[in-house]
């Protein structure tokens, strides 16, 4: 029993649909998925058709047809090299955007379909509905799209690439639509918040995967030291009825008006500001 457990408990590989809609095939949708992954580590790599299989599990059919597909892909390279003759893989960035900006740009008029003249063959007018797209309605936030949400945190927070792990955080906020603002907002505050501590940034595919957007939708109490608090903004000068105490918060603590004793201590600092905001 014990043995068919530990089979069927087998590492799973990361599938996004999206592939399916650009490939237009399950299978090489399978195979880029896989691909993606290996990309965000490294932009070639070298894999054997073996070892492709025993990661994804297609037939060696259902693989040579993928890999046909794939090398359809402009943003992606499919070479042989070396001798013996070995096959590799490599991503072009900037294409791949260039590419996902022009399908996010296709449209279907009514009583027709339209298709990408680049890309007919891959994906039609399926890739209309790809979560790459980033086209906005009235209805929409017309400014915040999944690039514009990693442009802010590698200029507000952090530009390492280990931080940013651009493609997969692509793919994290992508499965967001909903949470586009708060995404944003919770990236916001948190730029104050780094900036204020000094504290390592968290990586920007965490941040999301993990929703600690959620944790900043207000701004936090900056904790410099433990007497060193920085209020958030939009609280100070405000004055509040707490337990039958009049306090005013000030930018690095709050003040017992009555007892003109001010309290700086981060710690009670966050509690307070917790409380009146019924956290």
Same mark, same amino acid.
Not at 45 to 60: N, R, V
Not at 63 to 84: C, Q
Not at 168 to 177: E, G, M, Y
């Given at each position: 029993?014990?043995?068919?457990?530990?089979?069927?408990?087998?590492?799973?590989?990361?599938? #996004?649909?999206?592939?399916?809609? *650009?490939?237009?095939?399950?299978?090489?949708?399978?195979?880029?998925?896989?691909?993606?992954?290996?990309?965000?580590?490294?932009?070639?790599?070298?894999?054997?058709?073996?070892? %492709?299989?025993?990661?994804?599990?297609?037939?060696?059919?259902?693989?040579?047809?993928?890999?046909?597909?794939?090398?359809?892909?402009?943003?992606?390279?499919?070479?042989?090299?070396?001798?013996?003759?070995?096959?590799?893989?490599? *991503?072009?960035?900037?294409?791949?955007?260039?590419?996902?900006?022009?399908?996010?740009?296709?449209?279907?008029?009514?009583?027709?379909?339209?298709?990408?003249?680049?890309?007919?063959?891959?994906?039609?007018?399926?890739?209309?509905?790809? %979560?790459?797209?980033?086209?906005?309605?009235?209805?929409?936030?017309?400014?915040?799209?999944?690039?514009?949400?990693?442009?802010?945190?590698?200029?507000?927070?952090?530009?390492?690439?280990?931080? %940013?792990?651009?493609?997969?955080?692509?793919?994290?906020?992508?499965?967001?639509? @909903?949470?586009?603002?708060?995404?944003?907002?919770?990236?916001?505050?948190?730029?104050?918040?780094?900036?204020?501590?000094?504290?390592?940034?968290?990586?920007?595919?965490?941040?999301?995967?993990?929703?600690? #957007?959620?944790?900043?939708?207000?701004?936090?109490?900056?904790?410099?030291?433990?007497?060193?608090?920085?209020?958030?903004?939009?609280?100070?000068?405000?004055?509040? %009825?707490? @337990?039958?105490?009049?306090?005013?918060?000030?930018?690095?603590?709050?003040?017992?008006?009555?007892?003109?004793?001010?309290?700086?201590?981060?710690?009670?600092?966050?509690?307070?500001?917790?409380?009146?905001?019924?956290?």
């Amino acid at each position: 029993m014990k043995h068919i457990l530990k089979q069927l408990n087998q590492k799973p590989i990361a599938y #996004y649909p999206v592939y399916r809609e *650009i490939t237009g095939s399950t299978t090489a949708g399978i195979l880029l998925s896989q691909l993606m992954y290996w990309f965000s580590k490294k932009d070639k790599i070298f894999k054997t058709d073996k070892e %492709i299989q025993e990661e994804t599990l297609l037939s060696e059919k259902e693989l040579r047809n993928a890999k046909k597909l794939i090398k359809k892909l402009d943003f992606i390279t499919v070479s042989r090299e070396g001798l013996p003759a070995k096959t590799f893989y490599e *991503i072009d960035w900037e294409k791949m955007y260039s590419s996902l900006a022009q399908w996010s740009k296709l449209e279907k008029p009514k009583g027709q379909n339209t298709t990408s003249q680049k890309d007919k063959t891959l994906h039609d007018q399926r890739a209309k509905h790809s %979560i790459y797209t980033e086209n906005t309605t009235e209805n929409t936030t017309e400014s915040i799209t999944p690039s514009s949400i990693i442009s802010f945190y590698r200029t507000n927070i952090s530009s390492k690439n280990q931080d %940013i792990q651009e493609p997969s955080s692509f793919n994290q906020i992508n499965l967001r639509k @909903d949470e586009f603002e708060k995404i944003m907002l919770g990236l916001k505050n948190y730029a104050k918040y780094i900036s204020s501590t000094g504290k390592k940034p968290e990586a920007l595919f965490f941040f999301v995967r993990n929703s600690i #957007y959620l944790d900043y939708q207000e701004e936090q109490v900056a904790v410099k030291g433990k007497n060193e608090a920085i209020v958030p903004v939009d609280l100070v000068g405000k004055r509040f %009825i707490v @337990d039958g105490e009049d306090i005013e918060f000030k930018e690095d603590g709050y003040l017992k008006i009555e007892k003109d004793w001010k309290v700086t201590n981060a710690a009670d600092v966050e509690k307070l500001v917790n409380l009146v905001r019924g956290a």
